[in-house]
């Protein structure tokens, strides 16, 4: 469970009235009595003419009481005043004493709530700015470091890739030169067996030779002498072959270096980590009861509207084409799209007539999302793709999401982004699409690995870029800031929690259906726990669809019924 401020006792369903008995929402402050009111009370105690003067304020801008402290030389007197003079504090009866006489005085009081608003403002900037920006700069260092380890990886199997390829090379080139040797010693012994050739001709030609002398020399001296001197034919000549010398190649290992490629780090300046611009988070600022009531009259700007002290029942639609209400959105022009747990999704004009009518594979999850241009996208988890309505009712494939099954879906408010919750296989995913339809972030784990979403079946953005996600498998509502970074996790109020449908409005509060309770919950943008906003008791049973419009009404849908009731419970 989300842990709330301590000024809310446990198991409250919001800030009680402190005037005796009352019960009621004690969304005002006075600062001089130091006890929350009622709208009611808050009108009863400044009808008192002692009181008329007390500064009321806002709960949420009210002034933090000062802690009792004892005063060291006056043990049984309070702290409550400010030296000027002497820098330091004083109880009443150091106040009259003859030391402090014609100092000037401050009242302990407003030093202490000015200080504490302070110093709650540098908290809120570590908590808000600080931290969440550091712990988004910390995972960019793992993805950076996952990223590096993926490029050297890829560096060093280049590396092996091109030394293969060398040595292929040197293989191919060794072999063809290994061939040419064998080419010349070929050519080599083939002049070497002509050359045996000529003189086994040669040695034949002598024997011939050597057998007619031996005839002659064995004959008369009269044929001897009669016969022609017969006349030896030279000995051939013949030249031995010039062997090859083999010449050492002229390479060493900077030769061979120098052939393959380095690795080498850019001289380039590093791109400095971009850190979002620091929002100054101000103190709150003080309102009178008079200057509300002015400002109420003088605008009807957003930012002047607080919680009403209940709720209303402005009106109801009945539905045509749906048998219940599990998702409700409602866009500009103010007509409605409902969906059930059958995948029929219609659209309904101010009077409640049947506009358009689609058969979808949508059914108790939050399939579609009304966009800033007025029309509607919606999911299709059996076809793995979104599709978009423009106003004229044409309908287009928008997105593919491969291997991805999308259940959930929201357009933004703030920049037009598209916000899917999606699962594939056992995987669990939020993934942020721009305008166009590119995806442009994936959030999945934590800082730990762990997994965020177990199956996010409605899903939102707060105003400070929060995405909120009712996790059916959880019993959860999951929120993350916009960096993918896990804020808070809230469980409900009881043992029991079903969350269905979600929203937020423009003042940053979170609105969850329990249809376990038959209530719809009132969160801060912080997870902690306002009130229960919408029970059985305004005649909500099984309330799963919930949105608001640009008029600050709440629509709830519910599983019973075809009805969309709206309520007012902003002023």
């Known amino acids: 469970m989300a842990t709330t401020s301590d000024e809310q006792a446990a198991g409250q369903h919001y800030l009680v009235c402190g005037i005796q008995d009352c019960q009621r929402n004690g969304q005002f402050y006075c600062n001089d009595c130091h006890q929350p009111m009622c709208e009611q009370c808050k009108d009863e105690h400044r009808k008192s003419p002692n009181n008329k003067n ?11 009481r000062l802690p009792i402290e004892k005063c060291k030389l006056h043990p049984t007197k309070n702290v409550d005043i400010f030296c000027r003079e002497c820098n330091t504090p004083l109880c009443l009866k150091c106040f009259l004493g003859k030391e402090h006489k014609g100092h000037e005085f401050d009242d302990l009081e407003e030093i202490y709530a000015e200080k504490f608003a302070l110093w709650q403002s540098e908290f809120s900037k570590i908590q808000k700015i600080f931290l969440p920006t550091s712990e988004g700069l910390k995972t960019d260092i793992k993805r950076d470091v996952k990223e590096i380890k993926k490029i050297m990886e890829s560096i060093r199997t280049s590396m092996k890739a091109e030394a293969e390829s060398l040595k292929h090379l040197v293989d191919e080139v060794t072999s063809k030169k290994i061939k040419h040797t064998h080419t010349m010693e070929k050519s080599l012994l083939q002049m070497l067996k002509s050359q045996e050739t000529t003189y086994n001709d040669y040695i034949k030609y002598l024997g011939k030779m050597s057998e007619k002398f031996q005839e002659y020399l064995s004959t008369t001296n009269q044929k001897l002498l009669s016969s022609q001197i017969l006349k030896l034919k030279t000995i051939p000549e013949t ?63 957003k930012p002047t509207l607080s919680l009403s002290s209940s709720v209303t029942k402005v009106r109801e639609y009945s539905v045509a084409g749906v048998d219940n209400a599990y998702h409700v959105s409602a866009d ?30 949508g059914t108790t999850d939050g399939f579609h999302t009304a966009t800033q241009e ?72 934590d800082n730990q690995g762990q997994e965020l979403f177990d199956y996010p079946h409605y899903i939102t953005e707060n105003i400070n870029g929060d995405i909120c996600t009712s996790d059916w498998n959880k019993r959860a509502v999951v929120v993350v800031n916009k960096s993918g970074q ?58 799963y669809g919930v949105c608001v419009d640009d008029e600050n009404n709440i629509y709830v849908g519910q599983n019973t019924t075809n009805t969309v009731t709206v309520y007012k419970y902003l002023e």
Request: hydrophobic fraction near 30%; charge should be positive.
């Open 239 to 301: 030249s031995k072959p010039v062997p090859p010398v083999f010449t050492v190649g002229q390479f060493n290992r900077d030769n061979v270096a120098k052939l393959l490629g380095g690795v080498n780090v850019p001289n380039t300046e590093p791109e400095k980590r971009k850190i979002q611009p620091m929002q100054a988070v101000s103190t709150p600022m003080k309102f009178t009861e008079k200057q509300m009531e002015q400002s109420k009259e003088k605008s009807d700007m």
């Open 486 to 543: 896990h804020r808070f996790s809230y469980t409900g109020q009881g043992s029991k929690f079903y969350p269905y449908g979600i929203c937020t409005d423009v003042l940053g509060y979170i609105l969850v259906c329990d249809s376990d309770s038959n209530t719809v919950h009132l969160l801060d943008q912080d997870g902690g726990f306002l009130s229960i906003i919408l029970s059985e008791q305004q005649g909500i049973e099984y309330p």
């Open 54 to 64: 007390h500064d009321i304020v806002l709960y949420r801008q009210r002034k933090h």
């Open 374 to 445: 007025g029309g509607l996208i919606y999911t299709d988890k059996d076809e793995k793709k979104i599709y978009r309505i423009t106003p004229d009712r044409k309908i287009t494939e928008f997105i593919k999401t491969e291997d991805w099954r999308p259940i959930s879906i929201h357009s933004s408010r703030i920049n037009g982004d598209i916000l899917v919750g999606m699962y594939k296989n056992r995987e669990v995913r939020v993934t942020r699409y721009n305008k166009t339809g590119k995806e442009i972030q994936n959030i999945q784990r």
């Open 332 to 361: 500009k022009s103010g007509r409605l799209w409902v969906s059930d747990a059958s995948g029929n999704l219609v659209q309904t004009d101010l009077q409640g007539k049947l506009l358009q009518e689609i058969q979808t594979s």
